[in-house]
């Protein structure tokens, strides 16, 4: 596989796989897989030394490569939908494994359960579900996992469906649906509470709910976890595009679209502001709409004020080029999917691949 430990930039060596990782000792065999499986079979090539590779600038590559490692090696059944986020099963692995670690430490108390089974919160699971799989497949892990699409919540609901071993295993919550819920249930019993002496500052400064509605009274977890909502775009890009280059058309693809940004060229990123009236008009009318006016007009008054999402782009590899787009505004999940989806077709077309 290479000569040696991988190491970063700086010189500094890079952090190995971990040791129970079940690709510790070996990395995926490409060539076998595709022997085994005919639908991974036109995602791999070989060289002329005959060695075999997948190309992981191609989503579909990517994503079949994903949905063969979980059957082959873990026995899980697993799909995703275009322009969801792939995740690489060696990689999240690993995380699994790191917070088995600390829950084995004298670092966390162990949390008394009936059942004994470890139990684990994933604030936005995603359309994935890969951690619920991975913690329940590996160790017999139960977790609930939570998110804010339909899209997300649609395909993480089918990811566990589709695996009966362990379905009773993983819980998927609709985190956006109980926090209008619950602001809604606060707007009905504020005249019971208006007689009612409160600290005047509990009075002054209302927070919204944080996961309110989503977790259920007196029920524990012995860990959670978050990976921030984001999507991924990866280009693998001819010679005369760059970095900088994909930056400036980024900035241009949103100010066509009558959107505020600011654009910093230190750390390669694109700062998204909507304004109130676009925020009102993606909650209200747009792919953000929440149901009903009483449920929107809930949705309203959490919206945060700033930054809506942020696009940064990173060379990955000479030639290949990351483009992260990070999700700052959860009320505006929906039209962040949609723009970045058509900022990826605009440059797809303004950035051509490289030829393979």
Known sequence: MGGGRKRRRDGSEAPSIHPRNRYAAAAPDFAALAELYPSFR?????????????????FSATRELTRVLLLH?????????????????????NYIHWIE???????????????????????????????????????GWSFVGSDVTDVALEWAKKNAENNPHLTELIEIRNANAASLSSESEAIVREPIRENVLEPAEDVAMPKPPVLVGVLKESESFDFCMCNP??????????????????????????????????????????????????????????DDYGGSLKESSAKLQSVVKGVSFRITVFEQIPGTLLIKGSL?????????????????????????????
Not at 328 to 333: G, P
């Open 101 to 139: 670690d600390l829950l084995s430490s004298i670092l966390i108390p162990p949390i008394s359960s009936s059942s004994g089974r470890v139990r684990g919160f994933d604030i936005g699971t995603g359309a994935n579900c890969i951690y619920p799989l991975l913690g329940a497949s590996l160790l």
């Open 229 to 286: 909502p984001f999507f991924w775009l990866q280009l693998g890009l001819r010679r005369e595009h760059g970095a900088f280059q994909v930056l400036k058309s980024t900035e241009a693809f949103f100010l066509a679209s009558k959107l505020s940004c600011k654009i910093d060229t230190l750390s390669f990123s694109v700062d998204v502001t909507l304004s109130d009236e676009q925020t009102e008009a993606a909650i209200l009318h747009g």
């Open 42 to 58: 036109p995602f791999v090539s070989v060289s002329e030394r005959g060695r075999a590779s997948v190309d992981f600038t191609d």
């Open 73 to 93: 090696d873990h026995g899980v059944n697993w799909w995703i939908p275009d322009g969801q986020l792939c995740p690489t099963v060696p990689n999240r692995s």
């Open 328 to 356: 700052l505004n959860k009320a505006l999940s929906g039209t962040f999917s949609s723009l970045f989806s058509q900022l990826e077709d605009t440059l797809r077309m303004e950035c051509p691949s490289k030829a393979r």
